[in-house]
């Protein structure tokens, strides 16, 4: 079956890196997204990526993929304030065409 | 800009009650979901829509049910609520899979 998992939480101070880990387990994923949820709002896409690549770099948001291990990466450079939010993980498998959502990362940033 | 509009941000509703949860989309798209989240348990899709009149139980269908009689509109109905269906509910619109809209959200208590 599909499962998605996330930390629950992560703090960092403001200007470092944050990264939020996801692993999943169905190694029929075609796609994988990161998606964010600010306080009071619904969830926005931020970056997808392709089963058959390794990274992808979109300024500040750097996803990383290892296939072998399930392993999904999400690295915020130069973290903000703006930046605390709930950071949610997906999959698409060529299974069905569904997402199945991680429980999601909160970040919080400190000043 | 694209937009999906919850009719309802907060409601506040008896065991028992009839629930009605209102969704409308203004980017013309075939897909609509409807899901809830939970603290830690991530989305969970209740029940989608790839057309009108058209309807596919999702991963929690138990106690909801749906309309869909307009390509914009996408209800989500309780018939009769229940107190472990007090949760935060999301609706999302979608052309390209795994790309969705959300909406801010419905947060519904019952008591």
């Known amino acids: 079956g599909e499962d998605v998992e996330q930390s629950l939480f992560l703090s960092v101070r403001e200007g470092d890196s944050s990264v939020i880990n996801c692993t999943y387990t169905?190694?029929?994923?075609?796609?994988l997204y990161w998606y964010k949820q600010e306080p009071g709002a619904g969830l926005q896409l931020l970056t997808y990526?392709?089963?058959?690549?390794d990274m992808k770099q979109d300024q500040r948001l750097t996803v990383l993929l290892n296939k072998k291990d399930k392993h999904l990466s999400l690295r915020i450079a130069d973290t903000q304030t703006g930046d605390s939010a709930i950071y949610f993980c997906a999959e698409i498998t060529d299974a069905g065409n569904m997402l199945t959502f991680g429980g999601g990362t909160r970040l919080m940033v400190k000043p | 800009d694209v937009k999906v509009t919850q009719s309802s941000r907060y409601l506040v509703k008896r065991t028992g009650e009839k629930v009605f949860l209102e969704c409308v989309q203004d980017?013309?798209?075939?897909?609509m979901f409807w899901y809830r989240q939970d603290p830690g348990l991530g989305l969970r899709l209740i029940y989608f829509?790839?057309?009108?009149?058209?309807?596919e139980k999702g991963d929690i269908p138990e106690g909801y049910s749906v309309s869909r009689e307009k390509k914009e509109r996408f209800s989500l109905i309780l018939e009769s609520a229940s107190t472990n269906q007090t949760s935060m509910y999301l609706c999302?619109?979608?052309?390209?899979?795994?790309?969705?809209?959300f909406g801010e959200g419905s947060r519904l208590t019952v008591l």
């Open positions: 980017m013309d798209h075939e897909n």
């Open positions: 990526i392709f089963s058959n690549m």
């Open positions: 829509s790839y057309d009108v009149k058209m309807k």
């Open positions: 169905d190694s029929s994923s075609t796609y």
């Open positions: 999302a619109s979608s052309r390209v899979e795994g790309e969705l809209f």
